[in-house]
Nanobody, 123 residues
């Protein structure tokens, strides 16, 4: 059973950067594709980015392409989300998730979820 713990969220201004981290424990991290999702108040949770187990493939939501970068360190058991040029519409609770179903943008492919880290971007 994989446990995931996110960190790195905070309150920033529009145009700033943040780097989120998600540390995995209790499983074979390198076996999982990893994803980041987010949920803004009053909205459905949505896909942000995903990375395959070997980092060879990445996928991004259109809304974050060119601004966000997902990466992973299989030795440290950590996945990162570098977020640049943040906008107020990026404000949300950000979750990392682990999947054994390959690179996916779909929530139901991810079995393991963290508790989330809050990102708030002021204008």
């Amino acid at each position: 059973q994989v446990q995931l713990v996110e960190s790195g969220g905070g309150l920033v201004q529009s145009g700033d950067s943040l780097r989120l981290s998600c540390v995995a424990s209790g499983g074979t991290f390198s076996s999982y594709s990893m994803g980041w999702f987010r949920q803004a108040p009053g909205k459905e949770r949505e896909f942000v980015a995903a990375i395959s187990w070997h980092s060879g493939r990445r996928s991004y939501a259109d809304s974050v392409k060119g601004r966000f970068t997902i990466s992973r360190d299989n030795v440290q058991g950590t996945v990162f989300l570098q977020m640049n040029s943040l906008k107020p519409e990026d404000t949300a609770l950000y979750y990392c998730a682990a999947s054994l179903n390959g690179l996916s943008t779909r929530e139901y492919d991810y079995r393991h979820w963290g508790q989330g880290t809050q990102v708030t971007v002021s204008s």
